[in-house]
């Protein structure tokens, strides 16, 4: 075996690793050849021993080399693995393995200078990042590697503690062992469907309603039941006949802001609706992703804070009012049904980070969430009504129509008179504005008026009229007005 070690050529140990595997794949050592022991090769090669017996043990992990004590360094044969399909052949069908989700829709891509009514995530301006990294050094150095460690597969007790009594401020009565801490709202979604439907079940759901929700019902073969809507709200006749004829697994309800509409049940919509479906015996999943940001008029009580059977689960999260990325969510539920999602949860993953619980129970019972939400219903409040007063300067009544929110950070446009077939998205990305298409919202888009979802969330209020000023100059184009 001849090898050529260089000075000037890296680490000589890589060296001869590097050899050894060009002569095995040009046939020059053949499976079963031996190679000089290492003491040899050492003398032969002018190298330390252990230096030589280090390439050895690389080439053995990387499958060249079998080792034996007391044995000749021997070619490994590797008749077992897979042949390199041949030029052009198609590869592994990955696609045909996978559950049929089809990919995520690709978004038009946005102009320099574009503004964006398309992102609905927390504006980075707004986030708090210095006084939580406070809270998350404090917790390091009083709690050091006990936050480091795998923690409770329910989320800490504290942290869910601190939830409960922030859900009692809402009217909801939950004790802590009635709290599951979940990765952001979308898993505890997953997991309640998971847990409460199977296959084949049928889930309503208002319509619109929050698309990623209709992707998963996808995922877990689950119906979509639309939900009729009129116009001030659910028809509730429809949805008696509805949950008779078609007994429904569970009902998936927005009650506040919903996605994408931004609107919100009155409270006797909301008393109807657990009546309804309490009578029919029908579980109700809250998603209380923006209860926090009514910042018009006084909060009307969730769902939750109105039932008495335990027919309700609520799912918050703080993914749109803090840190999207920090992924803290949470479930409200009776013990049993806890006590099963948590066990549903651990089959799948350990928990949620003990660290990142125990930082933000820092943060709010220091009293600055309290603060940052106070500071966002201020900036919301101003960004709202720069929304709505652009949107009556710029945007003809007569092929557009809208309601005014009482919180969150989305507007939900009616357009009549507009080609069905258009791409809405792509079109007025080219007048430097992105949007949300409304027809994703629907579980079957329907004929008729187009629709159109703003958000208002990453935008201050320049911003905001400027986008807006932009949006009726494209619709305008688009309409040929």
Excluded at 64 to 76: E, I, K, S, Y
Excluded at 96 to 118: C, Y
Excluded at 259 to 267: A, E
Excluded at 395 to 423: H, I, K
Aim: proline letters at 9%.
């Amino acid at each position: 075996m001849l090898l050529a070690i260089k000075e000037d050529g890296g680490p000589k140990g890589k060296q001869v690793v590097t050899q050894v595997q060009a002569l095995i794949a040009r046939g020059a050592l053949k499976p079963g050849e031996a190679l000089p022991s290492t003491r040899l090769l050492a003398e032969q090669l002018g190298l330390h021993r252990s230096t030589v017996a280090a390439a050895y043990q690389d080439l053995w992990a990387q499958g060249c080399l079998d080792l034996r004590p007391g044995a000749q360094p021997r070619v490994r044969p590797r008749g077992g693995l897979i042949p390199a399909p041949p030029a052009g052949a198609p590869g592994f069908p990955w696609e045909a393995r996978l559950a049929d989700l089809g990919r995520l829709p690709r978004r038009p891509v946005r102009p320099e200078g574009a503004i964006s009514f398309a992102d609905f995530t927390m504006d980075p301006r707004l986030m708090p990042v210095a006084a939580f990294e406070r809270s998350l050094r404090s917790v390091l150095r009083r709690r050091g590697p006990e936050v480091l460690a795998y923690g409770d597969p329910q989320g800490q007790p504290g942290f869910r503690a601190l939830l409960a009594a922030r859900m009692a401020q809402h009217g909801v009565a939950a004790a802590p062992e009635e709290i599951l801490v979940t990765h952001g709202s979308q898993q505890a979604l997953e997991l309640v469907l998971r847990g409460v439907a199977r296959p084949g079940d049928a889930v309503l759901v208002e319509t619109p309603t929050y698309n990623q929700f209709l992707r998963l019902l996808g995922l877990l073969g689950l119906r979509a039941l639309a939900v009729p809507e009129g116009p001030g709200g659910p028809d509730f006749a429809a949805l008696e006949a509805l949950v008779r004829r078609e007994r429904p697994a569970l009902a998936y309800v927005m009650p506040s802001f919903r996605n994408p509409t931004g609107r919100s049940l009155d409270p006797a919509q909301r008393e109807r609706l657990l009546a309804l479906c309490g009578a029919a015996g029908l579980p109700i999943l809250e998603d209380g992703f923006t209860e926090e940001m009514k910042y018009f008029g006084r909060a009307i009580q969730p769902l939750k804070a109105l039932d008495r059977s335990g027919l309700v689960i609520y799912a918050g999260t703080f993914s749109k009012i803090l840190f999207p990325g920090l992924r803290l969510g949470w479930i409200a539920a009776p013990e049993p049904c806890v006590a099963g999602l948590t066990a549903l949860r651990a089959a799948g993953e350990l928990g949620p980070p003990p660290l990142l619980q125990e930082g933000l129970e820092d943060f709010i019972r220091l009293g600055r969430f309290d603060q940052h939400l106070a500071r966002l219903h201020r900036c919301f409040r101003r960004r709202m009504d720069a929304a709505l007063a652009a949107l009556r300067r710029h945007l003809d009544p007569a092929w557009a129509a809208w309601e005014a929110p009482a919180g969150g950070y989305l507007l939900w446009l009616r357009l009549t008179g507009f080609d069905p077939a258009l791409d809405l998205e792509a079109a007025l990305a080219r007048h430097g504005v992105a949007v949300r298409d409304g027809r994703s919202f629907f579980p079957c888009p329907a004929e008729g008026p187009r629709w159109v979802r703003l958000s208002i969330s990453t935008l201050d209020e320049a911003e905001i009229a400027r986008g807006i000023e932009r949006l009726a100059v494209g619709l305008r184009a688009l309409r040929g007005t």
